[in-house]
T-cell receptor, first 108, second 114 residues
Framework: KNEVEQSPQNLTAQEGEFITINCSYS?????LHWLQQHPGGGIVSLFM???GKKKHGRLIATINIQEKHSSLHITASHPRDSAVYIC??????????FGTGTLLAVQP | GAGVSQSPSNKVTEKGKDVELRCDPI?????LYWYRQSLGQGLEFLIY????????KSGLPSDRFSAERTGGSVSTLTIQRTQQEDSAVYLC????????????FGPGTRLTVT
């Protein structure tokens, strides 16, 4: 079993839909990162959080430390949101452990 | 300001040759990471530098892989006697201060071993 599990692996949505991507982890962490990778593109850090909830524009990330679970929400999804979304956790050693990613396709 | 840069952007090499991949982190960032993303695979940690401390090499897959960071800035990842399974995108990231902050990723070097 991977230390970081994401679901779903693939997600297709219609433009305007509310999207949720989930991440569960089995190790102790100091922080959790959500990353975005466009096809053929680089990786961009969306959020780093260790508790509660953060919001940037249409993106919202939440974390429940007790349940070892985080969610990334996208409101009013748009085709430009199509990308791979990666959850990564940071342990005591500062190195990241990555989930396998969620491939999101938002259709117009 | 300038982000993390990596060179070359693409590298094609023959099996058995050595390659060097370069990473220029964001100025002032003391933490530097190397990751690998193989085709169809997720990202995996390779090595982590923090200031003048000994690097965390626990992710290096074999002794053919090594990395150094000169002057606390530029880093070079060297792969000796490359194998086809080394083909991947090699990503560098840097982070300010203690390494507990957000990581800023470079564009990656796509390595193809023929």
């Amino acid at each position: 079993k991977n230390e970081v599990e994401q679901s779903p692996q693939n997600l297709t949505a219609q433009e305007g839909e509310f999207i949720t991507i989930n991440c569960s982890y089995s190790v102790g962490i100091s922080a959790l990162h959500w990353l975005q990778q466009h096809p053929g593109g680089g990786i961009v850090s969306l959020f780093m959080l260790s508790s509660g909830k953060k919001k940037h524009g249409r993106l919202i990330a939440t974390i429940n430390i007790q349940e070892k679970h985080s969610s990334l929400h996208i409101t009013a999804s748009h085709p430009r949101d199509s990308a791979v979304y990666i959850c990564a956790v940071r342990g005591a050693t500062n190195k990241l452990i990555f989930g396998t990613g969620t491939l999101l396709a938002v259709q117009p | 300001g300038a982000g993390v840069s990596q060179s070359p952007s693409n590298k094609v090499t023959e099996k058995g040759k050595d390659v060097e991949l370069r990473c220029d982190p964001i100025s002032g960032h003391t933490a530097l990471y190397w990751y690998r993303q193989s085709l169809g695979q997720g990202l995996e940690f390779l090595i982590y530098f923090q200031g003048n401390s000994a690097p965390d090499k626990s992710g290096l897959p074999s002794d053919r892989f090594s990395a150094e960071r000169t002057g606390g800035s530029v880093s070079t990842l060297t792969i000796q006697r490359t194998q086809q399974e080394d083909s991947a995108v090699y990503l560098c990231a840097s982070s300010p201060s203690s390494g507990r902050g957000e990581q800023y990723f470079g564009p990656g070097t796509r390595l193809t071993v023929t």
